[in-house]
């Protein structure tokens, strides 16, 4: 006779990388109102080490400022500190510095990202 196991399955830590990064999801792009301009410092929850100032005009300095706030900050930083349009304009560049988890989980709830993605990329 065959055993049964209840034992639940484990899941992957893409799975659980996944969760994370959607908990942290706005409900819409245009709930991102972040600056457009300007030198924005991140609080210490967000970049723990390396920098924390950045100086938006700087496009190499923005890209990074928006990488980090995407791979560490929660929905609240996210919110406050991401701007729909920029993040709309960098995305094509933007979601091949982030990791695949952070592109899947945006680009699967936020489908314009992915249509933009892939076709300027």
């Known amino acids: ?17 996944r ?15 972040g600056p457009v301009d300007g030198r924005v410092e991140l609080p210490i ?5 390396g ?3 950045y100086d938006l005009a700087d496009s190499r300095l923005r890209m990074s400022f928006y990488r980090q706030v995407l791979g560490e900050g929660q929905q609240a930083d996210v919110v406050a500190l991401l ?28 489908p314009e990202l992915a249509t933009h993605g892939s076709a300027a990329a």
């Open 45 to 49: 929850h967000v970049a723990w080490s």
């Open 19 to 33: 969760a994370r990064y959607a908990g942290r999801l706005p409900s819409s792009l245009s709930d991102l109102r």
């Open 83 to 110: 701007n729909r349009g920029l993040l709309i304009s960098q995305w094509p560049v933007l979601r091949n510095l982030v990791s695949r988890h952070v592109r899947q989980v945006w680009e699967d709830t936020f």
């Open 51 to 53: 920098l924390r100032s």
């Open 1 to 17: 006779m065959a055993h049964s196991s209840s034992v639940a399955a484990v899941p992957s830590s893409g799975e659980v990388l």
